[in-house]
């Protein structure tokens, strides 16, 4: 049997066997989509390190990245919960000394030469993305965050990824999200700990893919 719009929207299917018809619950119909928060003024101008989902290792450089490591995994849907196959993923945050790999960035804190500072990925066939990184540190009126654009097949969402437990509310951008549902979809989830490194996840939902 087909699964059409139509039976999504009834909030069940039914599979019908050679005797019975059993209804089965779906996800929810819809979930909103992740808001939008600007790129701010720290997007990578240039790239000279590798690209790839471990943003602590650079090619040729023995040294592992300064600052707390952590993993970090989600899942990017539609709003009806599919997911969207081989999304790209533009990643960019601080190091974890609190410097952005920008001119722009004029803060005074080190550039740490074995921190990628960006990350460009590709989400696999079922929508799951991972990154390895350090956490990052806050700066002047932010909180820490990592910054994401998300391209699927229609869209592109520019947005920004906070971390749970943190003062978000003193945030210049946080509080701008108008209620605990917006903030919720923009903060990750701590999954667990193990040897120091702290496991993240962020589901990402494109709005209108
Ligand atoms: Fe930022």
Do not use: C
């Amino acid at each position: 049997m087909t699964l059409t719009r139509r039976h999504l929207l009834m909030g069940f299917t039914s599979v019908v066997g050679a005797s019975a018809a059993i209804a089965i619950p779906v996800e929810p119909l819809t979930r909103r989509g992740t808001p939008q928060l600007t790129t701010g003024p720290f997007y990578p101008l240039d790239r000279p390190f590798d690209q790839d989902w471990d943003l602590t290792r650079v090619p040729g450089r023995p040294g592992v990245a300064q600052g707390v490591i952590m993993d970090l995994h989600g899942k990017v849907t539609t709003e009806q919960g599919r997911p969207v196959p081989g999304a790209i993923l533009d990643v960019w945050q601080t190091n974890g000394l609190g410097r952005y790999h920008h001119p722009s960035d004029t803060v005074g804190k080190p550039i740490d030469p074995n921190f990628q500072g960006s990350a460009v990925i590709r989400a696999d066939v079922d929508g799951d993305y991972r990154i390895r990184t350090v956490v990052p540190l806050p700066y002047e009126r932010r909180q820490r965050h990592i910054h994401f654009d998300v391209r699927g097949e229609k869209r592109l969402l520019v947005t920004q990824m906070f971390f749970p437990g943190e003062p978000n509310e003193r945030d210049t951008l946080f509080p701008g999200l108008r209620n605990e549902v917006l903030q919720r979809a923009v903060t990750a989830e701590l999954v667990g700990i193990d040897n120091g490194v702290k496991t993240f996840r962020w589901n990402i939902v494109l709005a209108g893919e």
